[in-house]
């Protein structure tokens, strides 16, 4: 069974930095992209970053420049350090998987739980 485990965030003053990371667990081979999605209150949940298996990286318009998207496939874990923080990066911030090459078969669209990011004027 897959899952993706998201950790990090909390609380912070704008200007500020915090540092998400996104584990996922099972019996598995390897991971294609990884990425990062957000969703404020009233609003639909919004690309933020991505990284493919190779390094690649894309970000949205809205945070290039303050956040970096990286990952340590041997862990089958991604992070997201951001930086910079306004408050309209409020939002619960969740973990995307595309495909996941497992034990059992592959597996598509997996997300993680969520995690709460919160920044304060």
């Known amino acids: 069974q897959v899952q993706l485990v998201e950790s990090g965030g909390g609380l912070v003053q704008a200007g500020g930095s915090l540092r998400l990371s996104c584990a996922a667990s099972?019996?598995?081979?390897?991971?294609?992209?990884m990425a990062w999605y957000r969703q404020a209150p009233g609003k639909q949940r919004e690309f933020v970053a991505s990284?493919?298996?190779?390094?690649?990286?894309s970000y949205a318009d809205s945070v290039k420049g303050r956040f970096t998207i990286s990952r340590v496939s041997a862990k089958n874990t991604v992070y997201l350090q951001m930086s910079s923080l306004k408050p309209e990066d409020t939002a619960v911030y969740y973990c995307?998987?595309?495909?996941?090459?497992?034990?059992?078969?592959?597996?598509?669209?997996?997300w993680g739980q969520g995690t709460q990011v919160t920044v304060s004027s």
């Open positions: 990284i493919t298996s190779d390094g690649g990286t």
């Open positions: 995307h998987a595309d495909k996941i090459i497992t034990s059992q078969g592959t597996r598509y669209n997996y």
């Open positions: 099972g019996s598995i081979f390897s991971i294609n992209v």
